[in-house]
């Protein structure tokens, strides 16, 4: 049984500092601070300079704020947490470093 209303909340605060961010970035051209735990793949980025960065980081936020929503919705319809491939049940473990994770590690990995 996945613990849903956790990652509810977990998606909730997620989506915020999403918004948050994207305002930071329409508003001024300061450095952004990548929180590297949060956005994982990103850190791959760091050679990366300038605008075509923020350009991505941008694209990923929204990406990410679609699939924020997207978690949102399957856990108002009771069908979060399983794995869209084999429809099994995804590790509570991998659903909290990603909330928004709609594959199991096995799916995902093959
Ligand atoms: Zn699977």
Redesign the pocket.
């Known amino acids: 049984m996945v613990e849903t209303e956790r990652f509810k909340q977990q998606l909730l605060h997620l989506k915020v500092e999403l918004e948050e961010q994207q305002l930071d970035n329409e508003s001024a051209d300061k450095p952004i601070e990548l929180d590297q735990a949060r956005l994982g793949r990103l850190s791959r980025m760091d050679a990366l300079q300038g605008q075509q960065m923020l350009q991505e980081l941008a694209r990923r936020q929204r990406a990410k704020l679609l699939a924020i929503d997207a978690a949102l919705r399957r856990i108002e319809a009771g069908d979060y947490g399983d794995?869209?491939?084999?429809?099994?049940p995804?590790d509570p473990r991998r659903l909290t470093v990603d909330p928004t994770a709609t594959?199991?590690?096995?799916?995902?990995d093959?």
């Open positions: 794995c869209f491939v084999c429809a099994e995804i594959r199991c590690v096995s799916c995902v093959g």
